[in-house]
């Protein structure tokens, strides 16, 4: 089923990008501006960088409540009665999950449930990379019997549509979730990932166990619908020599989507590795994020932006409706940030 909603969206991009016949395509501005005109037809108002009409709910659930959660969870959801699909969210390092929030009520005011845990419970007891990718696969197995008793009434999750998702080190748990780096048996059958910002490590020759990078471009077996999301200034200090950058070269995104054989990769070009979090944070997530370079832009802008390509991206990797995904590959100036360069990798086999 996926894999018939894959193909169908990866053959929209085919007959996009029939004019190239390199496997990795950078859309450069002038190519832009042909694709522009090339596929006036087919664009629209990009209403996925505005907020949905779902009405939606913020439910924070403790593990004390009956549905036993495995981590403390912070679920948004549409209140329509209705089946969504799924997104799992792992936060960042130091980060909490409730910073996320208005990028998540972005995504879900256009139909979709986000589950996003706590896992790290304070900056004294945090998990390792190997326990984090561990407490994220137990979330996951607890959606298919439990979700249903945390949602709104009469609002259904779609288990046969989830996609993993996280941001920094999270981003490298989303994909050790997706490649299968488990010890715990997962239950669910993943249909997407988003890596947004992914980091795994501190440098190349300090990266958290387990290895999910290989160094070998293509090698991911991955055959699920794959978006990467970077942050253009991640990789620059707020103080050049003394402190190393949030997102260093060689460990962030960039070496994520060079190791995916298909997939997208956007990139902020004016954001840094923090810019997608809430304007309001608490103590902890702000001092985390006053460590990373920042935009000189608005934050709402960056988080429309992410969230505009994680609702174009899953619609057409679950509704059957590429349409603004491929209108925003081929004129990315529809999203409010600047987004270059995009990449775009197709198999051809
Ligand atoms: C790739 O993954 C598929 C299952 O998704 C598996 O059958 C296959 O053996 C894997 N290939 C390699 C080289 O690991
Ligand atoms: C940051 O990353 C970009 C894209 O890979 C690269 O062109 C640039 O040189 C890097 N900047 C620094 C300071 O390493």
Not at 165 to 182: P, Q
Not at 212 to 234: A, D, E, K, Q, R
Not at 249 to 267: A, H, I, M, R
Request: hydrophobic letters at 40%.
């Amino acid at each position: 089923m996926h894999k018939k909603m894959a193909i169908l969206w990866v053959i929209a991009l085919l007959m996009l990008l029939a004019t190239t016949a390199s496997e990795a395509r950078v859309v450069e501005p002038t190519l832009l501006e042909m694709a522009t005109t090339q596929t006036s037809h087919m664009i629209q108002t990009a209403s996925v960088f505005e907020k949905g009409t779902y009405e939606i709910a913020t439910i924070t659930i403790r593990k004390s409540h009956p549905s036993s959660p495995p981590h403390p969870l912070l679920v948004v959801s549409p209140k329509t009665t209705r089946e969504y699909p799924i997104i799992l969210f792992v936060h960042g390092t130091f980060l909490q999950n409730s910073a996320y929030s208005d990028l998540f009520q972005h995504i879900a005011s256009h139909g979709y449930i986000i589950v996003a845990p706590q896992l790290w419970s304070s900056v004294l007891f945090f998990p390792s990379q190997y326990h984090e990718i561990e407490m994220a696969a137990s979330v996951a197995n607890w959606l298919s019997k439990n979700l249903q008793d945390v949602l709104p009434s009469d609002v259904h999750g779609d288990l046969s549509k989830l996609a993993v998702s996280g941001h920094s080190r999270g981003g490298k748990t989303a994909f050790a979730l997706a490649l299968g780096i488990t010890d715990t048996k997962l239950e669910v059958e993943i249909s997407a990932l988003i890596g947004l910002d992914p980091l795994a490590g501190r440098s190349k020759n300090h990266l958290t166990e387990p290895h999910v990078l290989t160094y070998v471009p293509n090698s991911f077996n991955l055959s699920i619908p794959t978006m990467v999301i970077g942050s253009g200034l991640g990789n620059q200090s707020i103080l050049p020599i003394f402190v190393p950058p949030c997102a260093p070269n060689e460990v962030n995104y960039v070496e994520f989507f060079n190791e995916c054989g298909v997939g997208t990769k956007f990139v902020l070009t004016n954001y840094g590795h923090m810019d997608m979090l809430n304007n309001e944070l608490g103590f902890i997530s702000s001092k985390a994020s006053s460590a990373c370079v920042k935009g000189n832009c608005r934050k709402v802008v960056a988080r429309r932006t992410i969230g505009g390509l994680i609702v174009a991206f899953l619609a057409a990797s679950f509704l059957q409706d590429p349409s603004d995904y491929v209108n925003i590959i081929a004129n990315p100036s529809l999203a409010p940030a600047r987004l270059y360069p995009v990449e775009t990798k197709i198999r051809h086999d």
